[in-house]
């Protein structure tokens, strides 16, 4: 990471104005969204949009087209710019045409993206923002930190003091009175202005329509009282149908502020008259600006389906620490990586495509269904291939797949690792490592890998075979857990088998964006695994689980594998995690839990991977409560615990901010036990658990399940 | 359909009021004319902008009896005042909106830039939502289809809920039961 990005981060973080905006934020916008969308089938109106917009990517030219047409034929003039430069040409030589001497402009992300205030400023054109946001940031000469609410990150005192001094009038912190002060400055302004510039959230084609969604009024004020009106577009906002607006009308204001509708909503066909009986002027300018290549890339073409409603950044557990300017471009947060990588270069998003966690949560709630971390990932996935792997990096990846060589190499780890560790944990390190034990103690290296531990166990005589998939966390660090995998299954008349061949499941790797090397694993692990002479496949990690069980068909064929899908499904479908198949064999009557209740609380995490990836997150309960314990659901049981694999490391900070959220969530449900699927956000809360000093224990569902049946 | 809409429309703090004649309803805005101290005076104004609810009303003589109160609509006089009237074409029940061709320059003014906005609507009128409003109306028709959903707003100051930023602070909408001819 860059010096300029770790010192945003570290400012962003020790920021407390804008740590608590946030927390406050994120706690506001879950509640809203979710009572604006009571009653309507999210999954439905996700389709209308990704089929309305997915139409668009497909045939971009010809509905961009569509578009044109109509509108010029109700009056309007449109440009279709395909750079930036031609967007800000086209509207500075209208302007200096038309003697345009002042501008009002009414929200427009699509025209911070070209910086036209700086360009207009530059040939004597004063441009003056209305949205009160984006005013307070221009006086304030930033850029939004968020796409809907672009001064999130300020507090009234700042608010206070730049209005103060716009003024020339020393006013109080009272928000309503600064509201109307804004009002009262910026209405002259309205009057005044030769042109008025807009964006628009929509653009409907074969009507030749803009549409306008807006709370404040001042989009109306806009369009209405100069004589010139103009509509900068990017070419995303099209859709082809009048009709097809409805879904955007009906999922913009839930996702991006929780309500059922803004307080305004205005369709614009062509000029309108003014007050004088002329007729306005309207001129749309179509953007493109890289928008058709990312239409004509099969990965990209997806982002069509985004309609800026922000829904990522208000989920995002990395933006909710740092706010937008860490970003430090236009456009922030998940999609905002992705469309900076286009709309600059791909290169100027390494530093942002680093800070996702690939937590999944912003995939889940987007309105237009983008896979945001599939495709910052595949960013990732480009840059790697374009820039190689730093050395250490793939020195370190590489052998995560040499499974005897990592043995070995623990092995003097443990060693190393004896004047830190004490009762199984590591709590301090030494210098540059310091950071890594600063809120959470490690776990220390098994004394025997589960693979020597496994050959101990003597099983009973079963009809049935499953095939254990370790990962390195319980082969390595948590072999109690296997041995609970082990035992459990065999109380159902199941025989673990442990095959020699299988290595690391790859997910570090492709998180990374060495797919090459994931694919290597992935083959492996196929061959090793046998599906054909098992009757299951366990797995008792979520991540390894999403690998198995999710990714490798994908990452097979992206990387030429072809040849092993078949055998990659074939592997899928056998393949279990662990609360999954003992909910199977609790239903079948394999495994009966032991009657009684109060065993006591029980929370349980929900991993990333196993809630968002696989679909696993009601087994675990129904299981756990099936074994007579009470479960205690803790706040935003689903948000990462800030572990991310290699993130942990590489963004250290970042990482301990999100478990003591996490740790904090967990300790207010007064249970006796955490419970989770997979043993990586074990080491995370286990270990800040440990550091803290709380009483509560962490478990996998394995162990703490296991003397139940 | 008027309960939800008047529940909806409510819950984004709207005023919502039922009245059963055209005649009542010109009282009713009258009054309350003259309690926000409607006068010929800049600020104190009130703009009536013209629409077939206004067919058979003698508004000459109205515009005698109240100064300050005008119906020839113009930005400079919109500017001014206190109160705008204008009437609407149709209300959408589960969103409390209210959506009207304001392809007349007139109404944007009179809804847009006063105070106060007072909306007329027909409770007749009222649909279910989004959906069915695009089988009565269509951009084919007008250039400028306006939804008004409760009083202008912003939570851009420390995300608090702040009402009345760059349109009006208060709408008052007059639900009324005889109904009026509607154009689009």
């Known amino acids: 990471m860059n010096r300029k990005m770790q010192t945003a981060i570290d400012q962003a973080i020790g920021n407390p104005v804008l740590g608590n905006a946030l927390t406050r934020f994120r706690e506001a916008y879950v509640v809203s969204r979710a009572k604006a969308y009571e009653g309507i089938d999210f999954t439905a109106l996700k389709e209308q949009i990704a089929a309305a917009r997915g139409h668009v990517a497909d045939h971009l030219a010809e509905v961009t087209e569509t578009f044109k047409k109509a509108a010029e034929a109700r009056g309007a003039k449109v440009f279709v710019a395909r750079s930036a430069q031609e967007a800000r040409d086209y509207i500075t030589a209208l302007a200096r045409d038309r003697g345009v001497r002042t501008v009002v402009k009414s929200k427009s992300m699509a025209s911070e993206e070209i910086h036209l205030n700086e360009h207009l400023k530059k040939h004597g054109i004063q441009a003056c923002e209305t949205d009160l946001g984006e005013w307070i940031i221009h006086l304030a000469g930033q850029r939004p930190s968020h796409m809907v609410l672009p001064a999130i990150h300020m507090a009234k005192e700042e608010v206070s003091d730049l209005f103060s001094k716009e003024i020339g009038e020393r006013l109080s912190t009272d928000i309503p009175r600064l509201v109307k002060v804004a009002r009262n400055a910026l209405r002259e302004k309205f009057f005044e202005a030769d042109m008025g510039i807009s964006g628009a959230n929509i653009a409907i084609a074969e009507t030749g329509t803009l549409v306008l969604v807006t709370n404040e009024g001042n989009a109306r004020l806009v369009c209405t009282l100069p004589k010139i009106h103009v509509a900068l577009v990017g070419l995303e906002k099209l859709v082809p149908t009048y009709t097809d607006a409805a879904a955007i009308l009906t999922a913009l204001p839930r996702s991006a502020t929780g309500q059922l509708l803004t307080s305004y909503v205005s369709m614009i066909t062509g000029p309108t008259p003014t007050d004088d009986g002329t007729l306005k002027e309207l001129h749309i300018v179509l953007m493109d600006n890289r928008r058709s290549d990312m239409a004509r890339d099969e990965k990209f073409k997806q982002t069509f389906k985004c309609i800026r409603c922000a829904s990522c950044l208000n989920v995002c557990p990395v933006y909710l620490l740092v706010g937008g300017h860490v970003f430090g471009h236009v456009y922030t947060g998940g999609i905002g990586t992705i469309l900076t990588a286009w709309f600059n270069e791909l290169k100027t998003a390494d530093d942002l495509q680093a800070l996702c966690i690939g937590c999944g949560r912003c995939k889940e709630i987007c309105p237009g269904g983008i896979d945001i971390p599939g495709l910052i990932l595949e960013i990732r996935r480009r840059l790697v291939e374009k820039e190689g792997l730093p050395f250490v990096y793939k020195a370190g990846l590489t052998l995560m797949k040499n499974r005897g060589l990592v043995h070995k190499l623990l092995w003097a780890a443990k060693l190393g690792q004896k004047p830190f560790a004490r009762d199984g944990y590591i709590r301090h390190l030494p210098l540059f490592l310091a950071g890594l034990t600063e809120h959470r103690s490690l776990p220390t290296i098994a004394r025997e890998p589960f693979s020597e531990v496994f050959k101990r166990i003597a099983q009973p005589a079963c009809k049935e075979k499953a095939a254990f998939f370790t990962g390195c966390s319980i082969e390595f660090a948590f072999p109690r857990i296997g041995e609970a995998v082990v035992r459990t299954l065999n109380k159902a008349g199941i025989e673990v088998v442990l095959p020699a061949a299988q290595t690391c499941c790859g997910t570090a790797q492709r998180a990374n964006g060495a797919f090459d090397l994931a694919a290597g694993c992935a083959v492996d692990n196929i061959k090793a695994l046998a599906a054909d002479t098992v009757d299951y496949v366990v797995v008792a990690c979520a991540s390894c689980m999403s690998s198995l069980k999710k990714e490798y068909p994908q990452l097979l064929k992206d990387t030429n594998h072809q040849d092993c899908v078949p055998d990659a499904e074939k592997l899928a479908a056998k393949t279990y995690d662990f609360s999954s198949l003992v909910k199977k064999l609790i239903h079948e009557k394999r495994l009966t839990p032991k009657t009684g209740h109060g065993h006591g609380k029980v929370t349980y995490h929900d991993s990333c991977h196993a809630r968002r990836l696989v679909g696993t997150w009601r087994e675990p309960r129904d299981i756990i409560q099936a074994c007579g314990y009470e479960l205690a659901e803790m706040y935003e049981c689903d948000t990462c615990c800030g572990l991310g694999g290699t993130y942990t490391v590489k963004q250290s900070d970042l990482s301990m901010r999100m478990l003591k959220r996490k740790l904090k969530n967990i300790e207010d449900t007064g249970a006796q036990y955490v419970a989770m699927e997979c043993p990586g956000c074990l080491v995370q809360i286990d270990g800040g658990l440990d550091q803290s000093g709380s009483k509560i224990k962490a478990r996998h569902v394995a162990e703490l399940l296991v003397d139940q049946f | ?184």
């Open chain 2, 1 to 184: 359909m008027f309960d939800l809409f008047k529940t909806r429309a409510q819950a984004v703090s709207a005023e919502v009021h039922r009245l059963p004649t055209r005649n009542g309803t010109v009282d009713f805005v009258l009054n309350l004319l003259a309690s926000e101290k409607v006068a010929d005076a800049a600020g104190f104004g009130a703009v009536w902008a013209n629409g077939s609810f206004l067919t058979g009303v003698d508004t000459e003589t109205l515009a005698r009896k109240v100064p300050g109160l005008s119906f020839a609509v113009t930005r400079e006089r919109a500017k001014e005042a206190r109160i705008g009237i204008t009437q609407m074409d149709w209300g959408l029940a589960n969103t409390g909106s209210l959506v009207a061709d304001q392809t007349a320059v007139e109404q944007r003014l009179a809804s847009s830039l006063p105070w106060i906005h007072i909306a007329l609507l027909p409770s007749n009128r009222i649909l279910a939502d989004i959906p069915a409003l695009m089988q009565k109306l269509s951009p084919d028709k007008a250039a400028y289809i306006a939804f008004i959903t409760g009083p202008s707003r912003t939570a851009d100051i420390e995300r608090v809920l702040t009402i009345g930023v760059h349109g009006p602070e208060r709408l008052v909408i007059c639900v009324v039961d005889e109904p009026w001819e509607v154009n689009s």
